[in-house]
C-alpha cells in the first residue's frame, strides 16, 4: 500500500471541488433526461453510459453507478476530477441548449465512485488464469487500464515504471488540488485489488528492460511510456537558474511531504496554454508566489486549457496574457531576471510579430509549451553496466513523433500494443489514455486467446 | 377582477378554496392560522363519539417524492379526531363566531344507528356551524369498526345515514365519497336518494405507500409491522377528476352540488375540478406539504386566469367542461391529428425517438442525413400524444390536427364529418347510419 499523504500535503492543498452530498447528488441526477443515444456518453472518450450512471445514483444504487462508470473507465475516480468535462460530456448536455447550465456529470460521477472506493469493495472479479503473461511499461493511466482489463480476462501482468511510485501523470503531474489526499495512490492501490497485476518500480526501459527482451519473456507488451521531455523554448538564456519545466515543478511538489518548504518564486511567468501551464500557475500561486503571470503567444481562445480552466486561474489571481511569443530569458549572475517577449497581432490562432518587445521581470520561468516523445527511453550513458536495446524509434513505426498505432492500438510490431500520450492519434487525456489501454488489453485479449 | 367568493349550498364563503376535513383542520389554533391566511372556509376534522378514539404513537403519514424529494403522493394512518368532542365543539362555536364571513363545516362520523347520528347532529348545530359533511369515506382504521368506508362502500347505508341527517339536522348536508368503489355513481345517487344537499369527493385511497426493504415493513411502520392507509395528493387528482365528471355527467346526479377534493396542488388543478362540475375545491395535502400560504397562489392564479379569460364570478365557469366528456364510442374517429416537433425549441435528448422506437409507432426518427435530428414520420404517426408526454420542454412538440388532404399514415382522405365507433364498419354492434 502507498504512504498515506502527510498532514501538511492534506492541510494545505484545498479539494477544487468538495465532494456532492447525497442530497446535491439527488437534486442533480434528477436533472439528467435520460438521452437517447445520449450525447454526453458519445462525448466520453471511454463511452461511459452516463445517463445509466446517473439514474443509478437517482434511485438510490451508488455503488451500481459506480460499477457502470468502471465498467468503462476503471480510473472513473480520477477522471471524475480532471477530466475538462466542460469540453467533453458536459459540453455535450442537451441542457446546454435550454438553459446553458449542464448537468454536473463529472461531480456525479465522482460521488458514485467515490462512494464504492470509501466502501473498499473492488466491483470487478477475476477470470481464471489464462497462463498468458503480459508486460505493461508505464504505471501511468494507459498502462494502468490496460493492466486491469488484461488482468479481469485472467492474464498475469507485470508493470515496469520507471519511477519509484505508479500513477503516471496522476501521480506526478496534475495540480494537487484535483487529486487531494492522495488519490492517485488510494485509486492504484483500489484498482490493484483485482489481483493478478504485479509492479516493478525503478525499471527503466532501455536500461533494466529492453524491448526485445520483454518481448521475449512475456506474450504481449503494451507500452504506455507518456511523453518522456518537455519541449524546449531555443531561446537565448534558457539554461539560467529560476528557467524549470512546469511538469518537473509540478512532481517535486506533487511528492513534496509539505508544500509549505517548497519556493514558489516571487514573480513567476509560466509560458504556454494548455492545462500544465494553468496547474502550475494556480499552484505557484497558492504556495506563495507574488505575482504569476501566463504568457501565450496566441489569442485566449486558442489556448488548450479550457475556459474553465482560464477562469480558474484568473480567480486565483493569475494574470492570463496573450499576443506574448517568447524571445529571451533575461539574466544576471546566472539567475533568471526577467523575460522578453515579441508582441504578436492576429486572430485566434493566426498571428504575427508586430515588432513591438515587451519585458515581464521575473526570478522564474516556467516552461509549459508541451511535452515531446523520447523515441530514446533512456540515457544509457548514465548506466554502463546496462544492455541497451535497440532505440524505440528503430524498433516501431512512428506516426509523426509518436508512435503508430492502429484503432486496436496495435503498433507495427503485432507482438507490441501501445496508448496514452505516447501513441499518435491520441489527446493527451487521461480519459483518453484509459481508452487506449482498454481497447488495448481487448486486442491483446482476443490475440493471445485465438493463439 | 374576477370575484372569487363562493356560495355553496347558500354557504357563503370569499373563495372557493376550503380546507379539507384533515389535521390542517383538527384545532381552534391551526384553523385560525389558516383563516389568517386567507381559507375560505374549513371542514372541521371528522368528529365521533367519545370516549374519542385514540392515534398510533409512531409515524402516520408516508410519502412518494421524485428524485429531488418533491411530494407527489401521500398516505396516512390517522384516525377521525383524537380529542374530545366538547372540546372540539367549543373551538368550533368561538372560530365561527370570530370568523363569520368563513365558511365552517363539521365532518361527522358515529355508528351507523339512527340515534347515535341524532344526538350528535343537535350538538353541531348548536355550535353554528354552516353544514355537515358525512364523512363516508375514510378507508383505514374506522372503517374496520363499520364507519367511514366501511359505510360508503355500501349505498343503502349512505342513503338511510343521508336521511337521518336530513331529518334531524336543519344543517346542508354534504356526503364525502370513498373513491375505493368499483362505480362512483352508485354511491353518489344513493346520497342524492337520501336528500344530500351535495357530494364531495373523493377521499383518499387504500394504499401501502412503501415498503422498508430493510426491516420488510410497510411504511409507515409501527413498531415493524405497517397498514394500508389512505393515499392522496397530487397523484389522485386524476382519479379524483374523473370521478367528479362521472357525478357532473350522469343523468341521474347531474346538477347535484359537488365540492371537489383530490390532489389540488395549484390554480390550474383547481380551475379543472371546477370547470368538470364542482361548485368550490376542498384542499389538504397541498397545504401539510406547503403550509397554509398557497392558498395564495391558488386566489391569485384563478383570479388572473378568469380575467385573462372573462369569467365573472366562480360561477360562470363551474361545469364548463362537463359536456366535453364523453365515452369513448362517441369520440370523433375522423379527427386526425399528428405530432410536430419545433426543431428551435428541440434539446435533441431522443426520448420522442426512443420510446416511440420502443413502444410505439417507430414514427420519429433520430438522424436525418446523417445528424442527430428529430422528426416525425407522418407516414407512421397515429397521433398517439406519447412523444408529447415524455418531451422534456413544454410545447415542443405539439398534437396537430390534419384538416385537410389524405392521411398519410392510411392513405385515406381526410374527411371532416363526425364518425364514431357506433357506426364503424368494423363495429359488430353498430347501429345502421
Redesign the interface.
Known amino acids: 500500500m502507498a504512504a498515506s499523504p502527510s498532514d501538511a500535503v492534506s492541510a494545505f492543498w484545498q479539494d477544487l471541488h468538495p465532494p456532492l452530498s447525497r442530497h446535491e447528488a439527488?437534486?442533480e441526477?434528477?436533472r439528467c433526461?435520460?438521452?437517447?443515444?445520449?450525447?454526453c456518453t458519445i462525448a466520453c472518450p471511454t463511452d461511459i453510459d452516463v445517463p445509466l450512471f446517473i439514474r443509478q445514483i437517482?434511485?438510490g444504487n451508488p455503488a451500481g453507478s459506480a460499477k457502470t462508470i468502471l465498467t468503462e473507465n476503471i480510473l472513473g475516480g480520477m477522471c471524475a476530477r480532471v477530466c475538462p468535462t466542460e469540453t467533453l460530456c458536459e459540453q455535450a448536455c442537451?441542457?446546454n441548449?435550454?438553459e446553458d447550465r449542464p448537468v454536473r456529470i463529472g461531480e456525479l460521477q465522482r460521488y458514485a465512485t467515490d462512494h464504492l472506493m470509501a466502501a473498499g469493495v473492488h466491483p470487478f472479479e477475476r477470470k481464471p488464469d489464462t497462463g498468458k503473461r503480459v508486460a505493461v511499461v508505464g504505471a501511468g493511466p494507459a498502462g494502468l487500464s490496460c493492466a486491469h482489463r488484461l488482468a479481469m480476462h485472467g492474464h498475469a501482468v507485470t508493470v515496469f515504471d520507471a519511477l519509484p511510485r505508479p500513477g503516471g501523470l496522476n501521480e506526478y503531474g496534475i495540480a494537487a488540488y484535483k487529486a487531494v489526499d492522495d488519490f492517485a495512490q488510494a485509486e492504484v492501490d483500489w484498482l490493484m485489488m483485482i489481483g493478478g497485476i504485479d509492479v516493478v518500480h525503478d525499471s527503466v526501459l532501455g536500461v533494466d528492460v529492453t524491448l526485445d527482451g520483454l518481448k521475449a519473456e512475456f506474450d504481449a507488451l503494451f507500452l504506455g511510456l507518456g511523453l518522456g521531455a518537455s519541449n524546449e523554448l531555443d531561446i537565448d538564456g534558457e539554461t539560467l537558474d529560476g528557467v524549470i519545466d512546469a511538469i518537473d515543478f509540478i512532481a517535486r511538489l506533487r511528492q513534496s511531504a509539505d508544500p509549505r518548504t517548497l519556493s514558489a518564486g516571487e514573480r513567476v511567468v509560466v509560458v504556454g496554454g494548455g492545462m500544465t501551464a494553468i496547474d502550475a500557475a494556480v499552484q505557484s500561486k497558492l504556495l506563495g508566489a507574488h505575482e504569476v503571470t501566463v504568457a501565450y503567444r496566441r489569442a485566449e481562445t486558442a489556448m488548450n486549457a479550457s475556459e474553465y480552466e482560464r477562469n480558474l486561474a484568473k480567480t486565483n489571481g493569475v494574470a492570463v496574457r496573450t499576443w506574448l511569443s517568447p524571445k529571451r530569458v533575461i539574466g544576471e549572475a546566472g539567475h533568471v531576471q526577467g523575460m522578453e517577449f515579441d508582441v504578436m497581432s492576429g486572430s485566434g490562432a493566426d498571428y504575427r510579430p508586430t515588432g513591438k518587445a515587451l519585458t515581464l521581470p521575473c526570478d522564474r520561468v516556467l516552461k509549459a509549451i508541451g511535452q515531446l516523445f523520447v523515441t530514446h527511453p533512456a540515457d544509457v550513458s548514465d548506466a554502463p553496466d546496462a544492455v541497451p536495446g535497440k532505440p524505440i524509434g528503430e524498433s516501431l513505426a512512428l506516426h509523426g513523433k509518436r508512435l503508430q498505432v492502429d484503432a486496436d492500438r496495435r503498433t507495427s510490431d503485432p507482438a507490441i500494443w501501445a496508448g496514452g500520450d505516447c501513441a499518435a492519434g491520441g489527446e493527451d487525456l487521461t480519459v483518453a489514455a484509459v481508452q487506449d489501454g482498454k481497447l488495448a488489453a481487448e486486442s491483446i485479449h482476443r490475440t493471445l486467446m485465438q493463439a | 377582477m374576477a370575484d372569487l367568493s363562493s356560495d355553496f349550498l347558500g354557504i357563503r364563503s370569499p373563495n372557493p378554496f376550503w380546507l379539507a376535513s384533515a389535521p390542517p383542520t383538527d384545532k381552534e389554533y391551526n384553523v385560525v392560522r389558516a383563516f389568517e391566511a386567507g381559507w375560505g372556509g374549513v371542514v372541521w376534522k371528522t368528529l365521533g363519539e367519545n370516549p374519542n378514539v385514540v392515534n398510533v404513537n409512531g409515524p402516520r403519514y408516508g410519502a412518494i417524492h421524485?428524485?429531488?424529494?418533491k411530494l407527489i403522493g401521500f398516505n396516512n394512518i390517522e384516525l377521525i379526531t383524537d380529542r374530545p368532542l366538547e372540546i372540539n365543539l367549543e373551538e368550533i362555536t368561538r372560530v365561527k363566531r370570530d370568523w363569520p364571513d368563513r365558511a365552517m363545516i363539521v365532518s361527522l362520523m358515529v355508528p351507523c344507528e339512527e340515534k347515535n347520528w341524532r344526538d350528535i347532529l343537535a350538538r353541531v348545530e348548536d355550535t353554528g356551524a354552516d353544514g355537515i359533511e358525512l364523512n363516508f369515506g375514510c378507508p383505514h382504521g374506522m372503517s374496520e369498526r363499520g364507519m367511514g368506508a366501511a359505510v360508503g362502500q355500501v349505498p343503502e347505508y349512505i342513503r338511510m345515514v343521508t336521511e337521518w341527517c336530513k331529518q334531524y339536522s336543519s344543517l346542508p348536508v354534504i356526503v364525502k365519497l370513498t373513491p375505493n368503489i368499483a362505480d362512483i355513481r352508485g354511491p353518489a345517487r344513493a346520497a342524492k336518494q337520501g336528500g344530500a344537499d351535495a357530494v364531495s369527493l373523493i377521499n383518499t385511497i387504500n394504499s401501502i405507500i412503501s415498503v422498508n426493504l430493510d426491516t420488510m415493513s410497510p411504511e409507515p411502520s409501527i413498531d415493524g409491522h405497517g397498514s394500508h392507509g389512505g393515499y392522496c395528493g397530487p397523484a389522485v387528482k386524476p382519479i379524483a377528476l374523473n370521478m367528479v365528471a362521472e357525478i357532473a355527467r350522469d343523468p341521474e346526479t347531474a346538477g347535484l352540488p359537488i365540492s371537489g377534493i383530490g390532489g389540488i396542488t395549484t390554480w390550474r388543478d383547481a380551475a379543472e375540478f371546477i370547470a368538470l362540475g364542482a361548485g368550490n375545491v376542498q384542499v389538504c395535502t397541498a397545504a401539510m406539504t406547503y403550509g397554509f400560504k398557497v392558498v395564495e397562489e391558488l386566489k391569485s392564479g384563478l383570479s388572473d386566469w378568469m380575467d385573462q379569460q372573462g369569467h365573472a364570478r366562480i360561477a360562470d365557469i363551474v361545469g364548463r367542461a362537463t359536456p366535453k366528456v364523453r365515452d369513448w364510442q362517441h369520440l370523433n374517429l375522423n379527427y386526425i391529428a399528428k405530432a410536430k416537433i419545433d426543431q428551435d425549441l428541440c434539446?435533441?435528448?431522443?426520448?420522442c425517438?426512443?420510446v416511440c422506437e420502443d413502444t410505439s409507432h417507430q414514427a420519429i426518427t433520430?438522424e436525418v442525413d446523417g445528424q442527430?435530428r428529430f422528426q416525425v414520420i407522418d407516414e407512421e404517426c397515429v397521433g398517439c400524444n406519447l412523444c408529447v408526454s415524455v418531451c422534456?420542454?413544454q410545447d415542443c412538440i405539439t398534437m396537430e390536427q390534419q384538416t385537410s388532404g389524405t392521411d398519410a399514415r392510411t392513405g385515406e382522405p381526410i374527411s371532416g364529418d363526425y364518425a364514431n365507433w357506433t357506426t364503424h364498419p368494423n363495429n359488430p354492434m353498430r347501429v345502421p347510419a
Open positions: 439527488a437534486v441526477s434528477d433526461y435520460f438521452c437517447h443515444d445520449a450525447p437517482g434511485t442537451v441542457r441548449t435550454a | 421524485s428524485s429531488d424529494r434539446i435533441s435528448c431522443g426520448r425517438h426512443v433520430h442527430r422534456p420542454v
